[in-house]
């Protein structure tokens, strides 16, 4: 994860959303944030309501009853080019505020719709179901995101987001071809690109079985949020596309990756300030950056990181493995507890990594070391191939060292082997206190 200035943006948006009060209980067009529906083409005229039926939610007499909420009875049109967004918007708050139990339904097609955000809280403070059928499609253009995000879910409870199990068609196709010719305007940060699904301030979320192709930006980033679990997801966008993190997390609790696909242009997951109770299980990554805590110490002020558990994890053809970053002259913070274990890694280059002195583009203005303490660190059962010089590099600040590293059972071969005999393949740099290292070959 490279692109901070967005994580930034992000977190200002939440924070705002936390302080700020709403007379109206349910999800509302017109919510105080940046205008949600934006795109190249003309937004339609909305359609009538649906009129009322046995199944209208004006005549359940029972409140504890599922009402399925179609995009389609509200005008939207799955034909990839007319916007869709006010159609969305008005099956979302009717479903957010009926009484009972609701789903929100996109139906088989492909329904081009520009940045949206679906806002709580909703009836008895509990969020409609989101059941995606078809495609939904971005707008291409960078010119149509005024805001950070493409599909923005905030301030939910008990938030369900699925796909359909069956035929495999939930895709989220966000169009990122055309921006990422334009990366160098990012670094420069003349421009941002969005986030394909964000989740702000949810709470009790899970989301399952849905595809997320070529992100302009990260394809799903998970901020301020407690108890959300990512499970059988599937996120893909070609190795060279820049910024194109698969997962990032920050200032969230208790965040599940499990069983799932990532192979992006940057971090498969990537773990920022603030995060607590992270786990990846089960999920492969590559092509891609690998499994990243970080980077950590870009900005004053953040948040400790504890607890970060990946298991299970296959990396393929990675630039790294598993990997914590911290900026050099970074604020002082901590990051502590961390279990990287049973892993297998194909043709990974660095697949231990701690690196303290990340500086993506050489944009670094500070020689200083950073100031983010690392301890208690867990490399256990992890085995493979690997391509560079070292297998594990341990490159510490030289202010605060790393404490507490533990290296068991650790067995990678480099795919040159006959010609890199006496294996000997690890790099310290730095202050480091407390180095065990057993049962290992690399």
Known sequence: MSDLA?????????????????????????????????????????????????????????????????????????????????????????????????????????????????????QNNQSPKVEIRGTLKAPSSLKAFPTPSWIMFRQLQSLILTGETTTNTSLFDAQGEESWRHADCRHKLKCQFPTSIILVNVTNGNISNITLKNGKGFHMGIINSDNVTVHGVNITAPWNSPNTDGVHIGYSTNIHITSSTIGVGDDCVSIGPGSINITVFNTKCGPGHGISVGSLGKYSAEKDVVGVRVKNCTINGTQNGVRIKTWPGSPASKASSFWFEDIVMINVSNPIIIDQEYCPWSTCTSSKPSLVKLSDIHFTNIRGTFNTKSAVALMCSSSVPCEDIQLLNINLTHTMASSLQGGGHLSVKGALHGLEINGSSF
């Not at 943006?9 to 999800?27: D, M, P, Q, V, Y």
């Not at 799955?78 to 139990?101: R, S």
């Not at 339904?105 to 719709?113: K, S, Y």
Request: proline share 11%.
């Open 6 to 122: 967005v994580f930034a943006t992000l977190l200002l948006i939440s924070t705002a959303e936390a302080s700020n009060s709403r007379s109206h209980a349910c999800g509302s067009a017109h919510a105080a944030s940046p205008p949600r529906i934006t795109s190249s083409a003309p937004a339609p005229a909305l359609a009538p309501a649906p009129a009322l039926s046995a199944e209208s939610p004006e005549n359940d007499p029972a409140p504890d009853a599922a009402m399925i909420f179609d995009v389609t009875m509200y005008g939207a049109v799955g034909d990839g080019k007319t916007e869709n967004g006010m159609a969305f918007l008005a099956a979302w708050d009717d479903a957010c505020k009926h009484p009972g139990k609701s789903t929100l339904l996109v139906p088989n097609g492909t329904f081009f719709i520009g940045p949206i955000s679906f806002i709580g809280p909703c």
